[in-house]
C-alpha cells in the first residue's frame, strides 16, 4: 500500500511564476490536508479537502493560493505569481472519512523561488 | 481556540541524558494529543498518542489535563534520536501543530 505520494520533491520558481504541487492521498483515503512549514517554523494549516469539496481553508492566504481535489486524479496546490516568502516545504496528509485525528504524511515538496 | 505551544525551540543533550520535550496545549473540550517526529527532509511520521499509552523508540508522554501538558521524555538520549519533534493537537479542527523543538543529542 503506497503512502501519500507528492510530487515534485523540489520545484523551483522564479518570481511571479505559478507553482503547482500534487498529492494522491494512500489508497482508500479521501481526505487530503496540506500543511506549511516555513525555514524554523511549524507546520502551519492550510487547507482540508475531500473530493470536489473544500471542507476548512481558514489557513490559506486570502490571494494567489487555491487547492483542489478532483474527482479523479490527485490533490493540487496552486500558488500563482509566486514570491520569496513562499518559499517553504508544503506537506500533504491524507486520512480516512472522519478519521482526521489519524492522517498520514506524504514526504513534501520543497519549493524554492528565485 | 485551539494551541499548542512548545517552548524551547532547540533542546541540545548529551548521549544517554534523560530528555523531556514539553508541550502545553489549550482546548476547552476533550483533546487527542500526538507526538510527531521528522528526520531530516524527511515525512513527518507518528511517534505517539495518547489514547494508545504506549512506549516508542524509548519515548513516553502522559497527557496532564490538570496541566494541560503532554510532554515528551526518554530516560537515555541516543544520537539518531536527533530531530524536529512537533506535539500536536486534535479537537474539533484538523490537527494543530506546535512550531517543533529541535533535539540535537551530543555524543
Known amino acids: 500500500n503506497a503512502g501519500v505520494m507528492q510530487n515534485p520533491r523540489h520545484l523551483v520558481r522564479r518570481r511571479g511564476q505559478e507553482a503547482r504541487l500534487r498529492c494522491s492521498p494512500m489508497?482508500?483515503?479521501?481526505?487530503v490536508y496540506w500543511y506549511r512549514q516555513l525555514p524554523e517554523e511549524g507546520l502551519k494549516f492550510m487547507v482540508y479537502?475531500?473530493?470536489?469539496?473544500?471542507?476548512?481553508e481558514s489557513g490559506m492566504p486570502k490571494e494567489r493560493f487555491s487547492a483542489e481535489f478532483p474527482k479523479e486524479g490527485p490533490s493540487i496546490l496552486r500558488i500563482q505569481q509566486v514570491v520569496r516568502g513562499d518559499s517553504a516545504a508544503y506537506f500533504c496528509?491524507?486520512?480516512?472519512?472522519?478519521?482526521?485525528?489519524?492522517?498520514?504524511f506524504g514526504e513534501g515538496s520543497w519549493l524554492t523561488v528565485v | 481556540a485551539q494551541r499548542v505551544t512548545q517552548p524551547e525551540k532547540l533542546l541540545s543533550v548529551f548521549k544517554g541524558a534523560p530528555v523531556e520535550l514539553k508541550c502545553n496545549y489549550s482546548?476547552?473540550?476533550?483533546?487527542?494529543l500526538f507526538w510527531y517526529v521528522q528526520y531530516s527532509r524527511q515525512r513527518l511520521q507518528l511517534l505517539l498518542r495518547?489514547?494508545s499509552r504506549e512506549s516508542i523508540k524509548g519515548f513516553t508522554a502522559d497527557l496532564n489535563k490538570g496541566e494541560t501538558s503532554f510532554h515528551l521524555k526518554k530516560p537515555f538520549a541516543q544520537e539518531e534520536d536527533s530531530a524536529m519533534y512537533y506535539c500536536?493537537?486534535?479537537?474539533?479542527?484538523?490537527?494543530?501543530f506546535g512550531k517543533g523543538t529541535r533535539l540535537s543529542v551530543i555524543a
Open positions: 496528509a491524507s486520512s480516512r472519512p472522519g478519521q482526521a485525528n489519524t492522517i498520514y
Open positions: 489508497k482508500g483515503h479521501s481526505h
Open positions: 479537502l475531500q473530493k470536489e469539496n473544500i471542507i476548512d
Open positions: 482546548y476547552s473540550g476533550s483533546p487527542e
Open positions: 495518547h489514547i
Open positions: 500536536a493537537l486534535s479537537g474539533n479542527t484538523p490537527l494543530v
